[in-house]
């Protein structure tokens, strides 16, 4: 069962305006989420996360929002930029020490920002 | 370069045949994880460790599939009697976790495995 889903295979943006990606979960036991980034021919990248205790957080361009009860989140990248163009994962984990790290990743959305 | 790195970074053999991969961690970090990625989906988590103890093993590690940290440095992922099924981007990461940070990972570039 797929505990973490992208139901968005991929999303076409203009540069300079706003991509939004949707990231749903199941599992309740989840506390942290996490948002990567990847590039061909790379390993990914830490983006952003947020923690189940907040329901907003930002850094530059990029904001991730959390509503817990509808389980859903969402990344936020304003502007785009032709360089966001990449894959992005959304990833949960579980709370407790033993439990960081150990990822459930989403299947993945194929960003492309146009010049 | 002082990021995770993985070797090989392509492996291509025959079904049956066994293969290793190596992965050496960001050298302060207390964990170090083994993710499997195919294609079209995001990475599965296989394994991690704490210095050099396994602590936890995911149901998709079969009997075939063997992980060692042995000085708490540097990991390898051997994976016996190899099977088609067993293509797939194997990834390795680290990070460094204590109780009052959450310890995000920090990917290597991988290793693909192709089983002919």
């Known amino acids: 069962d797929q505990q973490v889903k992208q139901n968005s295979p991929s999303l076409s943006v203009q540069e300079g305006r706003i991509s939004i990606l949707n990231c749903d979960y199941t599992n309740s036991m989840f506390d942290y989420f996490l948002w990567y980034k990847k590039y061909p021919a790379e390993g990914p990248t830490f983006l952003i996360s947020?923690?189940?205790?907040?329901d907003k957080n930002e850094d530059g361009r990029f904001t991730v929002f959390l509503n817990k009860s509808a389980k859903h989140l969402s990344l936020h990248i304003v502007p785009s930029q032709p360089g966001d163009s990449a894959v992005y994962f959304c990833?949960?984990?579980?709370?407790?020490?033993?439990?960081?790290?150990?990822?459930?990743f989403g299947q993945g959305t194929i960003l492309t920002v146009h010049p | 370069d002082t990021g995770v790195s993985q070797d090989p970074r392509h492996k291509i053999t025959k079904r049956g045949q066994n293969v290793t991969f190596r992965c050496d961690p960001i050298s302060e970090h207390n964990r170090l994880y083994w993710y499997r990625q195919t294609l079209g989906q995001g990475p599965e988590f296989l394994t991690y460790f704490q210095n050099e103890a396994q602590l936890e093993k995911s149901r998709l590690l079969s009997d075939r599939f063997s992980a060692e940290r042995p000085k708490g440095s540097f990991s390898t992922l051997e994976i016996q009697r190899t099977e088609q099924g067993d293509s797939a981007m194997y990834l390795c990461?680290?990070?460094?976790?204590?109780?009052?940070?959450?310890?995000?990972?920090?990917f290597g570039e991988g290793s693909r495995l192709t089983v002919l």
């Open positions: 947020i923690s189940s205790i907040k």
């Open positions: 990461a680290s990070s460094f976790v204590t109780s009052s940070n959450t310890g995000e990972l920090f």
């Open positions: 990833a949960a984990s579980a709370a407790g020490g033993t439990s960081y790290g150990k990822l459930t």
